[in-house]
Each structure stands twice: as structure tokens, then as C-alpha cells.
């Protein structure tokens, strides 16, 4: 078990060392089907931490939230990721998946709630993923 509270800021925080270490996992898995994209979101972002392109010109994106110590996804995160999976389909009309990194496993309810709830939801009355698009998450 990984034990959070030593990892070391980058950047000045412990998020950033989060986002760089899923960012270096996923180049890990990936590099040699795809190309990747890191992402500064100083000026607000596109949804995502970084991405992947792959030849196809499919597109994954990575969302990294370092919720800790308390790690389970409340109200409030909820709607982050749905801001944040929101903007990712707007900038990257090849997103086809749309992956979440956080330092904890999902109870089975928060499970359900980002396989099964997420994509169909709404926010601010308008639609999460467009209509007719599918994003697996």
C-alpha cells in the first residue's frame, strides 16, 4: 500500500507530484502506442492533466485528484469531475476515454457513480459528455 503522506511536492504542491506520477505511469503503459500531452492548467485547463493520442487519432485523457487524506469522492468532487470531464469533451473532440486518477480505490457506490451515472449526467442543466458522443470512462 502506497503511503501518500510521503509524497513529496513538486511545484510547491502535492498535487502536481500526483499528476506527474499518473502522468509517468501512463507513458509507462502507453509510450509505445501513443503519444502524450501534458497539460498546463495555470490558465484553466482542458479537463484534463494530460492526454494521449494514439494513431488512430483516438484520444485518452487523464484527470489526476489528490483527494487526501480523505479520499472519497463527496458532492463538491463530484462536480469537479464533472466540470473537468465536461470541458475535456469540449477541447478534445477525439476523447474516446476519459480515465480518473485518485490516491484511494471507489467504495462500490462512488464505482457506480463514475461508470454507470456519470456519463448521462447534467450539470447546470446542460448535458456532461454532448449528445451522441461516447466517452468511456
Known sequence: MIDWSKLLPEQSTKNRSFEELCHQIAKGLYRQKASFV??????????????ATFTDDTQWGWQARFFYPNSRLTSSRKKQIKK??????????????FLLCVPANLTPGERKWFEET???SRLDGE??????????L
Request: net charge negative.
Open 127 to 136: 448535458p456532461v459528455v454532448p449528445e451522441g458522443r461516447e466517452v468511456e
Open 38 to 51: 501534458p497539460v498546463d492548467d495555470t490558465g484553466g485547463g482542458d479537463g484534463v492533466e494530460f492526454y
Open 84 to 97: 473537468s470531464l465536461r470541458k475535456a469533451c469540449e477541447v478534445h473532440p477525439s476523447l474516446t476515454k
Open 118 to 120: 456519470l456519463t448521462n
